[in-house]
């Protein structure tokens, strides 16, 4: 059975840091583009970041996030990451961790697995 479990969402104040992990198990990781979701309150749930199968190249949703947050990966451990730094309050919201086939499978909402999510609020 394959699951994307993600961890370390909490509440922040702006202008701090915080790393999401996404653990998957049951998958042969290296075959799989990883990426991240976001779903604002009241919105739909939007891409955020990719990382391909190797962890050679990466794709960021545009300019809200891209120079403050970065993917990664670690094959041998399972896990994706994603760094988020100088948090704003519009980055709240539930983050969703995915695999696909490749980075344009990500990107056009091809996505084979999902996580369940990690709430991240980000309030003074």
């Known amino acids: 059975q394959v699951q994307l479990e993600e961890s370390g969402g909490e509440s922040v104040q702006p202008g701090d840091s915080l790393r999401l992990s996404c653990t998957a198990s049951?998958?042969?990781?290296?075959?799989?583009?990883l990426g991240w979701f976001r779903r604002a309150p009241g919105m739909e749930r939007g891409f955020v970041a990719t990382?391909?199968?190797?962890?050679?190249?990466?794709?960021y949703a545009g300019p809200s996030v891209k120079g403050r947050f970065t993917i990664s990966r670690d094959n041998a451990k399972k896990i994706a990451y994603l760094q988020m730094n100088a948090m704003r309050p519009e980055d709240t919201g539930v983050y969703f961790c995915?695999?696909?086939?490749?980075?344009?499978?990500?990107?056009?909402?091809?996505?084979?697995?999902w996580g369940r999510g990690t709430q991240v609020t980000v309030s003074s």
């Open positions: 990382i391909s199968p190797a962890g050679g190249s990466t794709v």
């Open positions: 995915a695999a696909a086939q490749s980075i344009p499978a990500m990107t056009t909402g091809r996505i084979d697995f």
């Open positions: 049951g998958l042969t990781i290296r075959n799989y583009a």
